[in-house]
T-cell receptor
């Protein structure tokens, strides 16, 4: 399968625990996005990488959230001291960008569904 | 004002009907526009890009109105399989590509 893959697909954790999600983008894609989606809402932007550089981080991303893309390939999203409000689907997407005005499709992974109890 | 606004619906339409959704965006410098489809508890998938001249793909027609800052999606001859949430997506490139989603419009096609 050469699409975007995310691991794990589901995660149940107790409040206060740390969790880490992984995203493997399509191999030649240089842009990687993390979104969060709650029921009945559209995906909300969290952060964006171009290669290994994190170029934007949403105000939604509190200090408890951190994302990395160490070699410009896979990315991890860590949530520390989870809260019940963190329960959501966390979506990763990747695209191929070659300039400012590239009209490119973003491909999504199947998401990691987090439940904080 | 939200960057991308959509009517969440739901739109309940009979099979065979024509239905249209609009989406407005606030950033006049927005450059690329897409419609994504999301089935329940699945990831979003690209339905179609929206070009300045408008474009059609089978029963689906997308239009862009830059002056009024909205895009539209028209679905003709609705099928039961069209039932899904349709997400409006707007991108802006200001040194990096920012991709913003609308809340989505839920469509339910009824037999």
């Amino acid at each position: 399968d050469t699409g975007v893959s995310q691991d794990p697909r589901h995660k149940i954790t107790k409040r206060g625990q740390n969790v880490t999600f992984r995203c493997d983008p399509i191999s030649e894609h240089n842009r990687l996005y993390w979104y969060r989606q709650t029921l009945g809402q559209g995906p909300e932007f969290l952060t964006y990488f171009q290669n290994e550089a994190q170029l934007e981080k949403s105000r939604l991303l509190s200090d408890r959230f951190s994302a990395e893309r160490p070699k410009g390939s896979f990315s991890t999203l860590e949530i520390q001291r989870t809260e019940q409000g963190d329960s959501a689907m966390y979506l990763c997407a990747s695209s191929l960008g070659q300039g400012l005005f590239m009209n490119t499709e973003a491909f999504f992974g199947q998401g990691t569904r987090l439940t904080v109890v | 004002r939200k960057e991308v606004e959509q009517d969440p619906g739901p739109f309940n339409v009979p099979e065979g009907a024509t239905v249209a959704f609009n989406c407005t965006y606030s950033n006049s410098a927005s450059q690329s526009f897409f419609w994504y489809r999301q089935d329940c508890r699945k990831e979003p998938k690209l339905l179609m890009s929206v070009y300045s001249s408008g474009n059609e793909d089978g029963r689906f027609t997308a239009q862009l109105n830059r002056a009024s800052q909205y895009i539209s999606l028209l679905i003709r001859d609705s099928k039961l399989s069209d039932s899904a949430t349709y997400l409006c997506v707007v991108t802006y490139s200001g040194g990096y590509q920012k991709v913003t989603f609308g809340i989505g419009t839920k469509l339910q096609v009824i037999p």
